[in-house]
Structures are given as structure tokens and as C-alpha cells.
């Protein structure tokens, strides 16, 4: 069984290793999570902005001309149709009715290429709270169209300078900041990271995308069940969510597409089971890549959302006892499947969902097989690496 | 007996404890700062174990880090720097450090080598006291090592109970709602949590840190507890020092006055 315990482990991953500082906020998070998310309250106003706002159910589309290519059934979920243009908006309404619901006045995040902090700034809008998004100094140089999108929204970015100043250092920023403002701020982590209880709150509010494939693949094919359900990996947000109502029916193949940058063996690479060892990483149990020192390792992947050194520890446990298949798509062959996809299809993938596409090469399937791929953003924000790699 | 119950045994009140990152400024420094400390009359040594990725810590400490780290240093760098070291240090010495490195070393390899070098004590801020009490509360005992758990203003009374039921050296106050990092003054809201957890009478003896600076700050939080805990504002002492152990002696001297 792939299930949370009650000490927020997923096998040998997951915890909560925080500081005692944090430890109020996440208790407080942690026994009130449940009880708010299975209220009618709870669910009535999360189902109706998913509908309303975001526009979801979201498309279960089959890209025939792409299936015709690889010789199988593929099924695009269509992700990247979410307003603000990734999966990440799903978690943001359901974490900001939260935070009104615990009585939070302020919002923090971090933000990797910026779509976690433009869903959080989207929400914070809508909502009339105050929100501070905390970003790498280097990210922040190379996501700017992101970083305006928050400003217009009228959130503050701030840059994160220390350590390598990208993803896991705003993340670092962020939990400075709450430490800083215990009472009246709530954190709004944008993947399946952190201590427990986040990983399984934000798989939860994710969860909607394997809800929604499950019917729309019933009406489709007759079967809730695909063959094959892939995803890319960054702290696997969108993974999690397209695999959380298939942990427990073996027959459905998980597959986590990590980003290879030049090489999993070139020193600059983000895939992390590849090259990660069991540690504890923003608070959680899981696998990161880290010296022998145990100093965390800076990773690199030519797509902001997976350049990150860990994962969540529901993956790393995936990993651990094989119910999960991970591989390795490099930096090139990411950006040659994203033009593909868009020649093939008129779909635009972020480069983060490109490496889902790749990794139909480096998986084994069948003629027959009904493969859902999840695509969990469009490449607009994207635009200027498509075209400093040219090639189209 | 332990030397930290020995120095609370005997010394109540105005306990100072000086927090430094191994391997910084230079690679080389550790012992020589080691030594400044004790010999400018403080009672405690807190070794810190740098790590990439400090997340209770405010800029001056992340630096210091960063750049002990930049310098080589590493958990087995710092054993070998502290072997002997009970040749010239008398005062009790504590490790802090985060987890990661620690598991990476080994956790009973790692206990074993501090009882091994002389190490008392122990202070790791993302052990949760659970995980503490489930797994490592036998092996810290069996290698005579007293732990330190923190607690902060929003820590429940209840859990503070806890917390001090499952602490065998000192509870180290966190003075506010903060990361590391001097900051002026004591506010009266932080004087109220002091009060509030003197009254208390915990068994384990307290001292205050975070944003302790100088012999105001110092002296305020003892009046309150039986000391306090200086560690940013040592950094930046020893950070632009020409000469490590005059400079440390004068403001540690300054502090006790
Ligand atoms: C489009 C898109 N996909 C995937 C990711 C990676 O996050 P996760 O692994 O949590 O889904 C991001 C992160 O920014 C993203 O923007």
C-alpha cells in the first residue's frame, strides 16, 4: 500500500525535521488539515473556484498524431489549460482556503521558474491577502516574465541570495520567513516537499488530476485504468497528482520523468534517484543529491521547475520499492520533444512537461497500450529559452 | 559526571555560552577559537558543524557557513581538529549542527567519536524530540552525551513540560520569534515569555539566545534565566579579527562585565 502513516511516512521517507521554532505552525497544520479538507464548506468552495476559476475538468485529449509516431494510445492531460497556465494553481486554491479557514492574514512561497509564485500571487489577488514570494536571485534573472506577472498581481519578490541562490535556497527563504512570522502567516509550499504534512496535502489538492482522469478515461476507453501514467519530476507536484488514484492499482505503470540536464553522469544533472542518497532535505526524509559530507549538491536542469536536488518523499518511496519507474530525460532531448510536440500536436509544453514527452523513448509499451501523459504547463512562460535553443 | 551538569552544579546564574562555525574564517581556525573562548572566562563552547543549507540561521551564520564550507571543512575535518583537544580545554563543549551531515556520518559512529574526542553535549535544531526519544535517546546516553532541545515563544506550555522531561543538559531559549541574527534590545512581550517560563521551575537549567549581543542584552536575558547563548554577533567579532584570540578575550570580556 502507498499510503501516508500517521507519523507522515511514506516507508522509510517523509517526517517532519524541523526546527522546534516551525513546530506550532506545522502542528497546527497538521491536525486541522483533515478535519477542513473533508468539510462540505471545505469542498464546496475548492470544487466550484477549480470549476469557475481554473476552468477544470481540464481536457483528457488524444493526440492522435503523436500516438500514430509512437505506436501506442496517448492521451494528453491537459494540464497546461489551467488558468495561469500550469498544474500548480490546483494546490494554491485549495492552501489559500486553508489559510483563511485557520484565520492566516499573510502568505508566503517560494518560487522556482515563478509559476508556484504566479498560482500563489494568482490566489492572494482573489482572495485580498497580502503575499510575499520568495525566488533565486538567478531565477528571478532567468524566469522575468514570471517575475512581473507577480508584481502585477500585486505580490513583493524577494530575491534569494544565499547558497546558490535558485529554487532550494528560496525554499530556505521561505521557511526563514515563517520562522520570522509565525502567527498570522501561513506557507504555501508549491510541491510535494517539506515536512508532513505538507507532501500529502499538496498530493491531495493535486489529486484532482487522477480524479478526473479516471472518469474521463472510462468515457474514452471503458476503463478508468491506463497502462501507463507519466510525469515529470521536479519535487513531483503534478506527478503525484496524476498518480495518487493509481498508487494502489498495480496494473497502472507510474512513470517519473526527472530532468537528466547535460547527463546524469556530467555533474550537472537533476536527477535525483539517479544520483541522490537518503538524507533530509526541507524538512523531510528523502532522496537528494548531496556530497558525502552530506552538503546538499546544486543541481541543473535546463527547465527552472526541476532544478531542484530532491524530491518528495512519496517518490523517493515510489523509487524505493519499485512501483515507480524513473528515468533520466537530458536538457536536449527535453527541448527537441516540446518542438515535436508543438509540430504534432499545436500544443506548446513547458519545457518541465517536454521531459513527460521524452520519456516515451526510454520506456517499454506495447502497440495496444493506453498511455496518459500528464502535461502540466504551456511553454509561454518558456518563449525565451525555446528561443536561445533554436532548432525549429 | 558530565561537565555541563558539573558547571550548572556549581554556576546558577550569568552562564555564557559562545557559539562559533568550525572551519571559520580560516580552515585552521577552530582550535585557536576554541581556545580564546576559554580563555576569556566563557563557561560553554558551542561548536557549530556547518551545513549548506541552515535554515533557523540568519545571514551572518549562513556566511560563516558557506564559507567553512568554501575553506574544506566537513565532520570528519572538524574530529580531526578536535582530537586532544581535551589537552587545553577544561569548559564543557557542545556540537550543533543539522541532521543531514550527521546521518550522512553516521549517527552512533558519530555519537561514539564525540565521547571519543571529549564532546558533552549535543544541540541539533531539526531533530524532532520524537524521532529523538524513538531512536536516538538510548544512543546518546550510552556515549554520555546530553542533548539540548529549543523551544521558542509559541511553544505550548505542555509541550515545553515535554521538552524538558526529555532534556538532560540545558533548554536553549529562543529569544523571539527569529531566526539567528543580532538585533538591538529586549522587547517587553520577550520579557513576558522569559517570565512566563521562569515561573515555570523547569528541572533543566535555561539559557537565552538568539539576538544576545552584548552585556545589556546578556544581562537582561540572565536576569531571567541561568544565562544566555551569543553566537552572530561572535561571528562578526572573529569575521574581520586580525587577532583572534586578543579580539575574542576583549569581547567576550566586554560581554561578561
Ligand atoms: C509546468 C510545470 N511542470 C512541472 C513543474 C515541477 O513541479 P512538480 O514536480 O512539483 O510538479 C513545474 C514547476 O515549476 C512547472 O511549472
Known sequence: MIKVDEKGFYGRF???????????????????YEAIMASGEFQD?????????VGRPTPLYFASRLSEKFGAKIYLKREDLCHTGAHKVNNTIGQIILAKKLGKKRIIAETGAGQHGVATATVCALMGMECTIYMGEIDIAR???????MKILGATVVPATSGSKTLKDATNEAMRAWINNPVDTHYIIGSVVGPH??????????????????WQLQEKEGTENP?????????GSNAAGAFYHYYNTPDVRLVAAEAGGLGV??????????????GILHGSKTILMQTEDGQVVEPHSISAGLDYPGIGPVHAHLFDVGRGEFVAVEDKDAMAAGIELSRLEGIIPAIESAHAIYALNLIEYSKDDVIVINLSGRGDKDLDT?????GY | MNRIHTLFNTKKDRVLSIYFTAGFPKLEDTMPIMEAIQAGGADIIEVGVPYSDPVADGPTIQDSNMIALENGISLKKIFEQLAGFREKIHIPVVLMGYLNPIMQYGMEEFCKKCQEVGVDGLILPDLPMQQFIDDYKGLFEHYGLVNTFLISPQTSDKRIREIDENTSGFIYMVSSHSITGAKSGISEEQIAYFERVKAMNLKNPRLIGFGISDTE??????????????????IKTVKDSKNLSEDIRDYIQSVMD
Open chain 1, 14 to 32: 517523509g517526517g517532519a525535521y524541523i526546527p522546534e521554532m516551525l513546530h506550532p505552525n506545522v502542528e497546527e497544520l497538521r491536525e486541522s
Open chain 2, 217 to 234: 542584552t546578556f544581562t537582561t536575558a540572565s536576569n531571567y534565566s541561568n544565562g544566555a547563548i551569543i553566537g552572530s554577533a561572535f
Open chain 1, 197 to 214: 504534512p505538507y507532501p500529502e496535502m499538496v498530493a491531495r489538492f493535486q489529486s484532482v488530476i487522477s480524479e478526473e482522469i479516471k
Open chain 1, 386 to 390: 525555446y528561443i536561445k535553443w533554436g
Open chain 1, 227 to 235: 497502462d501507463i501514467v507519466i510525469a515529470c519530476v521536479g519535487g
Open chain 1, 265 to 278: 553522469n556530467s555533474g550537472k544533472t537533476a536527477a535525483t534517484t539517479a544520483k541522490g542518497t537518503p
Open chain 1, 45 to 53: 468552495e475548492f470544487r466550484g473556484l477549480l470549476k469557475d476559476y
Open chain 1, 143 to 149: 524566469q522575468h516574465p514570471n517575475v512581473e506577472r
